[in-house]
């Protein structure tokens, strides 16, 4: 069968349930540099970013994509012209949307001289990222890493001559080659599932110039200061790891094959910092909005739907239920998220502007409920341990704070401690540990099944439950209590 690419993108025009892109891929410029060119990008910024296109008819927003660690977005996208399908799927039925806003894809082991030249272009005024919580490289306090591996590699070699491997490495000599070259200020907008997302990032990069010697970090972090913003940043669509089934339902919809294909549930939401120092695409012409202040928003999005997310994660899995939607099918489990939204989270949570939480909650539940959506459980329960503490002990924290017990986030933080003991569900579906910390975590845990045991195990490592938490009793025997009724 055919591929999709701009010689055959003509062929989809006719097909029931097909939508074109909204404007003509060719003739979109690049101006946009996005990081990890994963499903989420695709599915989310990539649509909104042709959607405002279309709205101004302004051509300068084409993408750039980078992958990070394989070329496979590449070998998937580069022989379509960066064409790709989003099967939106709903209860009411499966769309697909051809998006043409990614230009070109670059795997920057092969092209770094390609990528250099992106980052010193100045068409190019925004930089995006979606590296996943774990690509920033972290260390327990929140810092840069410096003893991480791929980090010390980047901070050992010439910034400016070597070939970085961290993702904060990529952006920081993107930055020192720009600082160099055209000088033109660059908004770097961090999209991925932080809290305070772009502070975040713009610490990381202040970490990494510092590390580096200091004729070259000092002044790279004062062209820095001048000429570079870090917005943050709200992201919310449901976007599944995509699967050969959903290819092939694709392909039957195009009448074409598609490589880069990623579904998606028909929700999407963008919240934005206002605070751009170059131009930037009129997102909100396709429904983003910018706005003074995010943190409330990044709040709701990650304590309610990330920690209900990640909860039922764990208890779905320990269940044997393989999505998200068979695990909300469960009352029981769906009471749990319920609980941990009703109870435990919006009572210590401050609403953005117009926001009713509860309803807001409610949506959240129901979106899970999307059958036509096979999100699975083991994916979302990767690398908990980067994950936990913004989802569900920042809840727990705050619940001390006000004089409240958590019970609910203590269930889900319960859920990813008898995750980890266990090596298969009660029906025995494989539970694979897919983490950073995997290797440390499954030898304190896996196949134990004393519950007391497990808890205090778990509870020793301090960059996931901080100093505080362990010191908590009524925490501590909340978790023994669950783990016990759940190994
Ligand atoms: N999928 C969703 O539903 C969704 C929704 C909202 C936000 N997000 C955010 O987007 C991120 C990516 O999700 P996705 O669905 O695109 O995942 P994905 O697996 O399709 O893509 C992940 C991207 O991150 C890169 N990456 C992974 N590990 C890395 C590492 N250690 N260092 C550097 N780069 C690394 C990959 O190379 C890839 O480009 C999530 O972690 C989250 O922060 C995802
Ligand atoms: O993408 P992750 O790995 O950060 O988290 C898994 C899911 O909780 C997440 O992707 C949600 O689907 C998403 O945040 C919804 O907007």
Same mark, same amino acid.
């Given at each position: 069968?055919?591929?999709?690419?701009?010689?055959?993108?003509?062929?989809?025009?006719?097909?029931?349930?097909?939508?074109?892109?909204?404007?003509?891929?060719?003739?979109?410029?690049?101006?946009?540099?996005?990081?990890?060119?994963?499903?989420?990008?695709?599915?989310?910024?990539?649509?909104?970013?042709?959607?405002?296109?279309?709205?101004?008819?302004?051509?300068?927003?084409?993408?750039?994509?980078?992958?990070?660690?394989?070329?496979?977005?590449?070998?998937?996208?580069?022989?379509?012209?960066?064409?790709?399908?989003?099967?939106?799927?709903?209860?009411?039925?499966?769309?697909?949307?051809?998006?043409?806003?990614?230009?070109?894809?670059?795997?920057?082991?092969?092209?770094?001289?390609?990528?250099?030249?992106?980052?010193?272009?100045?068409?190019?005024?925004?930089?995006?990222?979606?590296?996943?919580?774990?690509?920033?490289?972290?260390?327990?306090?929140?810092?840069?890493?410096?003893?991480?591996?791929?980090?010390?590699?980047?901070?050992?070699?010439?910034?400016?001559?070597?070939?970085?491997?961290?993702?904060?490495?990529?952006?920081?000599?993107?930055?020192?080659?720009?600082?160099?070259?055209?000088?033109?200020?660059?908004?770097?907008?961090?999209?991925?599932?932080?809290?305070?997302?772009?502070?975040?990032?713009?610490?990381?990069?202040?970490?990494?110039?510092?590390?580096?010697?200091?004729?070259?970090?000092?002044?790279?972090?004062?062209?820095?200061?001048?000429?570079?913003?870090?917005?943050?940043?709200?992201?919310?669509?449901?976007?599944?790891?995509?699967?050969?089934?959903?290819?092939?339902?694709?392909?039957?919809?195009?009448?074409?094959?598609?490589?880069?294909?990623?579904?998606?549930?028909?929700?999407?939401?963008?919240?934005?910092?206002?605070?751009?120092?170059?131009?930037?695409?009129?997102?909100?012409?396709?429904?983003?909005?910018?706005?003074?202040?995010?943190?409330?928003?990044?709040?709701?999005?990650?304590?309610?739907?990330?920690?209900?997310?990640?909860?039922?994660?764990?208890?779905?899995?320990?269940?044997?239920?393989?999505?998200?939607?068979?695990?909300?099918?469960?009352?029981?489990?769906?009471?749990?998220?319920?609980?941990?939204?009703?109870?435990?989270?919006?009572?210590?949570?401050?609403?953005?502007?117009?926001?009713?939480?509860?309803?807001?909650?409610?949506?959240?539940?129901?979106?899970?409920?999307?059958?036509?959506?096979?999100?699975?459980?083991?994916?979302?329960?990767?690398?908990?341990?980067?994950?936990?503490?913004?989802?569900?002990?920042?809840?727990?924290?705050?619940?001390?704070?006000?004089?409240?017990?958590?019970?609910?986030?203590?269930?889900?933080?319960?859920?990813?401690?008898?995750?980890? +003991? @266990?090596?298969?569900? !009660? $029906?025995?579906?494989?539970?694979? #540990? /897919?983490?950073? &910390? %995997?290797?440390?975590?499954? +030898? @304190?845990?896996?196949? !134990? $099944?004393?519950?007391?045991?497990? #808890? /205090?195990?778990? &509870? %020793?490592?301090?960059?996931?439950?901080?100093?505080?938490?362990?010191?908590?009793?009524?925490?501590?025997?909340?978790?023994?209590?669950?783990?016990?009724?759940?190994?």
């Amino acid at each position: 069968m055919s591929r999709l690419s701009l010689a055959t993108l003509d062929l989809a025009r006719s097909r029931p349930n097909v939508t074109m892109p909204p404007v003509d891929p060719a003739g979109q410029q690049v101006g946009i540099l996005h990081l990890g060119i994963g499903a989420f990008h695709r599915a989310h910024q990539a649509v909104i970013t042709q959607e405002a296109a279309a709205a101004t008819g302004d051509t300068r927003w084409g993408i750039c994509g980078v992958t990070q660690r394989s070329d496979t977005v590449a070998r998937q996208l580069r022989p379509q012209d960066g064409l790709y399908g989003v099967l939106e799927r709903s209860p009411e039925g499966t769309r697909l949307q051809l998006t043409g806003s990614v230009r070109d894809v670059l795997y920057p082991e092969a092209q770094q001289d390609e990528l250099d030249a992106r980052f010193d272009d100045p068409a190019v005024t925004v930089i995006t990222l979606t590296v996943t919580e774990k690509g920033y490289r972290r260390a327990g306090n929140g810092r840069l890493d410096l003893t991480d591996p791929l980090v010390a590699a980047d901070l050992a070699s010439n910034p400016a001559a070597g070939r970085p491997v961290s993702a904060v490495g990529r952006l920081v000599r993107g930055l020192l080659l720009r600082s160099r070259g055209c000088g033109a200020p660059v908004t770097v907008l961090c999209c991925d599932n932080l809290n305070d997302n772009g502070t975040v990032v713009a610490g990381l990069v202040a970490d990494f110039c510092a590390a580096l010697p200091g004729a070259v970090g000092e002044p790279l972090a004062a062209w820095i200061e001048g000429n570079v913003s870090f917005p943050c940043s709200m992201v919310d669509r449901i976007v599944p790891a995509t699967t050969a089934a959903d290819r092939a339902d694709g392909q039957a919809l195009l009448g074409l094959a598609d490589e880069g294909l990623v579904v998606a549930e028909p929700f999407r939401q963008w919240v934005i910092e206002d605070s751009f120092v170059a131009a930037r695409p009129a997102w909100e012409r396709a429904g983003a909005q910018l706005t003074k202040d995010v943190a409330p928003y990044e709040l709701m999005k990650l304590r309610i739907l990330n920690g209900s997310h990640s909860t039922l994660a764990y208890l779905g899995a320990l269940a044997g239920y393989a999505t998200i939607a068979e695990t909300v099918g469960d009352e029981r489990l769906l009471a749990v998220a319920r609980g941990l939204i009703t109870e435990d989270v919006i009572p210590v949570l401050q609403a953005p502007d117009g926001t009713d939480l509860a309803a807001y909650g409610e949506q959240v539940l129901h979106r899970y409920t999307n059958p036509a959506l096979a999100h699975r459980t083991v994916q979302i329960a990767m690398d908990g341990s980067q994950k936990l503490p913004l989802r569900l002990l920042a809840t727990v924290r705050d619940n001390e704070r006000a004089g409240r017990q958590a019970r609910w986030a203590a269930r889900g933080v319960a859920a990813w401690m008898t995750y980890l +003991a @266990s090596p298969t569900a !009660r $029906t025995g579906m494989p539970l694979p #540990v /897919d983490d950073p &910390l %995997a290797a440390r975590l499954t +030898a @304190s845990v896996r196949g !134990r $099944t004393d519950a007391g045991g497990i #808890v /205090d195990a778990l &509870l %020793a490592y301090p960059e996931i439950f901080g100093a505080d938490l362990p010191d908590s009793a009524w925490f501590r025997a909340q978790l023994t209590e669950d783990v016990a009724e759940l190994l």
